[in-house]
């Protein structure tokens, strides 16, 4: 909250209104604006910011990495978050676009490629385009859960993720992708390694292991987990792995 603000100065966050000779408070614009959320976030993850991600040992080089894609501006490497179910990379990618918005930035997209897939199947033509299209334009765009579409991966899957992931390279926009998979996997995955190796090229690839968020909150002890994600990744500029 600031006190910077001209219509809420005496009243932080609330704006004094006359009405009906009485005065009222109302929400002020500079409060609605520092607390918003991106539209396209999942209900879910509205409130997530840095300050209420759950740092652990295993994840702050994970948060270190986000807010280093952010600080990057324009000429920064794109993000990818792999790692399992539960482990906070479609929250911390929203915790970027969330951040993202707080900063002032109005273009931004959520998306998970299973559903995307869906949409920019060839027999949905009419929407198609349209999809791809917000897709491509927006300045800062999560791509979530990328591997995780229930077939493997057919030709058009294939070409659509990549020409969407071309098109926004070409146009200097920065993407966030999280999936279940290593770049290795995606591309076993997909039988084609066309993708993975453009995102081992272009991104900083961060693995979040560890603890489930869900049995974390049951303080469950948990095992300290370690990857072996290190040889599958050998170029790729790796944070967090191996130690
Ligand atoms: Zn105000």
Request: glycine content about 8%; some cysteine.
């Amino acid at each position: 909250m600031t006190t910077e603000c001209g219509r809420c100065a005496g009243t932080p966050g609330w704006e004094p209104m006359e009405v009906e000779g009485v005065t009222r408070l109302r929400r002020c614009e500079c409060w609605t604006a520092a607390h918003a959320s991106a539209p396209s976030v999942p209900r879910e993850f509205r409130e997530a910011r840095w300050a209420t991600w759950r740092r652990t040992a295993e994840n702050r080089h994970a948060l270190a990495a986000a807010q280093a894609f952010l600080r990057g501006g324009e000429d920064g490497r794109d993000l990818l978050l792999c790692g399992p179910v539960g482990t906070g990379k479609t929250r911390l990618a929203c915790t970027v676009l969330n951040e993202s918005w707080r900063l002032g930035e109005r273009s931004m997209a959520f998306a998970r490629v299973p559903l995307l897939l869906y949409r920019l199947r060839p027999q949905a033509a009419l929407e198609t385009s349209e999809t791809f299209d917000r897709l491509v334009a927006a300045e800062l765009a999560v791509l979530d859960d990328l591997g995780s579409e229930r077939d493997a991966a057919t030709d058009y899957t294939r070409r659509t993720l990549l020409m969407l992931y071309e098109a926004r390279h070409d146009a200097g926009r920065r993407t966030v992708w999280t999936s279940n998979k290593r770049p290795s996997e995606i591309a076993a995955f997909m039988g084609d390694d066309r993708l993975s190796s453009r995102l081992v090229g272009r991104c900083d690839v961060v693995g979040l292991e560890g603890r489930d968020w869900r049995l974390l909150a049951r303080d469950a002890p948990a095992p300290d987990r370690r990857t072996d994600m290190g040889p599958a990744l050998a170029g790729a500029q790796v944070e967090g792995l191996g130690r």
